[in-house]
């Protein structure tokens, strides 16, 4: 898949170390549980790859079409986890730090939304992260997404006394 200035593709072997730096990066990773190791890292391309082996879409690696360089990953993936709110298919994004700022997961998570209403025939997405993560809630808004206030809930996977613990849900549905 192809945006104005992205190419949305299947991961490859060289886009592990790049995406094992951005999830060592503290920033990046501010709020996520943990940094991730390389094992941890090439662990969860092998989830995301196996996903679209799976569902035919997943967490798509992003190429800057003109540089061709790695910036992260944007994309459909299928939540589970015990939350009310959930099964659901999640629209997510995570880039390097140098990425940010320049639209580019506004403009990834636009196609992959474009494609979970189209080709992968969803009637709603969600999308959630931390209360504080003011950055990827304002991309939340500029999809279009509704915060759904009455679907915050605390992560199950975290520490009660995690500072990340609190969660917020956007919905998007189709168009």
Do not use: C
Request: charged share 30%.
């Amino acid at each position: 898949m192809e945006t104005e200035r992205l190419i949305m593709r299947r991961w490859r072997d060289d886009d592990r170390a790049p995406f094992a730096a951005l999830n060592a990066d503290p920033e990046v990773m501010r709020h996520f549980p943990n940094l991730l190791t390389r094992e941890q890292s090439d662990a969860m391309v092998d989830r995301i790859e196996r996903d679209f082996d799976a569902r035919g879409y997943g967490l798509w690696a992003l190429e800057v079409r003109e540089s061709g360089r790695f910036i992260g990953f944007a994309g459909l993936v299928l939540q589970t986890f015990d939350a009310p709110f959930l099964p659901a298919v999640e629209i997510g994004w995570r880039l390097a730090r140098e990425a940010w700022g320049h639209g580019y997961a506004t403009e990834a998570a636009r196609r992959a939304a474009a494609y979970g209403f189209g080709e992968a025939g969803l009637d709603e997405i969600i999308s959630m992260t931390a209360v504080g993560n003011t950055r990827s809630r304002a991309v939340m808004e500029r999809l279009g997404m509704t915060y759904d206030a009455g679907a915050d809930f605390d992560h199950p996977w975290l520490a009660p006394n995690s500072p990340i613990l609190r969660h917020v849900v956007y919905r998007l549905k189709r168009p």
